[in-house]
């Protein structure tokens, strides 16, 4: 069902993350012939790959890479970003009719956090600094496990466009595994690739994220 979604797509590039737990089930889609990947994240492109590199690997949690492109004699380089995630057992953090039930699992919640932002800290300045370090104009998007107005967000959004808050209309929402939809996907982008349009493609559920869509024009 993804790789008949992705067939279907006009795009130049795709991101994927927790899209590699297992060879045999990668998601090689023929229209985008050129892919880059590190552990369970990955791009796929019809455009020209010039360079690759790892920023971080957390074995099965954290991953993110860049890959610099070249699209119509421009290069670019795309960032993908899967910061590790907390791992909440939902069952934990279900709201109870017990007080006493609710305040043990507002601990289970603490204690999950606290060390997971920890290392978001790690992978965050990590990514900032191939931010910074780029010759290129960037894009930089995916899983970012942490919700807008977060360390995460500001950091790595810094001097950014965020193509939901330029262009995107309605709600930007676009993890739904919980019974409160909340945003912890992102696409940010460099001055000189500017937003055209973004949507959040609630049409599908083709995992606990529903795809997040963006069109860009490159000055």
Do not use: W
């Not at 971080?56 to 890479?65: A, E, I, L, Y």
Request: charged share 25%; with cysteine; hydrophobic share 40%.
């Amino acid at each position: 069902m993804i790789r008949k979604y992705m067939e279907e797509e006009k795009a130049n590039i795709i991101f994927f993350q927790e899209s590699r737990f297992h060879v045999n089930l990668t998601l090689h889609i023929d229209k985008f012939p050129n892919r880059a990947f590190c552990n369970i994240a990955e791009v796929q492109t019809n455009c020209k790959i010039l360079k690759q590199e790892v920023i971080f690997d957390n074995t099965f949690q954290g991953t993110s890479f860049y890959t610099d492109i070249e699209f119509k004699g421009k290069i670019i380089r795309v960032i993908n970003v899967y910061l590790s995630p907390f791992s909440f057992d939902k069952d934990k953090i279900k709201p109870a009719e017990s007080l006493n039930k609710n305040e043990g699992k507002a601990k289970y919640v603490l204690r999950t956090l606290i060390p997971t932002f920890k290392i978001h800290q790690k992978e965050v300045v990590a990514i900032r600094e191939a931010i910074d370090a780029s010759p290129y104009p960037v894009i930089v998007a995916g899983d970012f496990n942490a919700v807008p107005n977060s360390y995460e967000y500001y950091t790595i959004g810094k001097n950014l466009t965020d193509a939901f808050v330029a262009v995107g209309r309605g709600s930007s929402t676009s993890f739904h595994d919980y019974k409160f939809p909340i945003r912890i996907d992102y696409i940010f982008t460099s001055k000189e690739i500017k937003p055209i349009r973004y949507r959040v493609d609630r049409s599908v559920k083709l995992s606990d994220h529903f795809p997040v869509i963006a069109e860009f024009k490159i000055n």
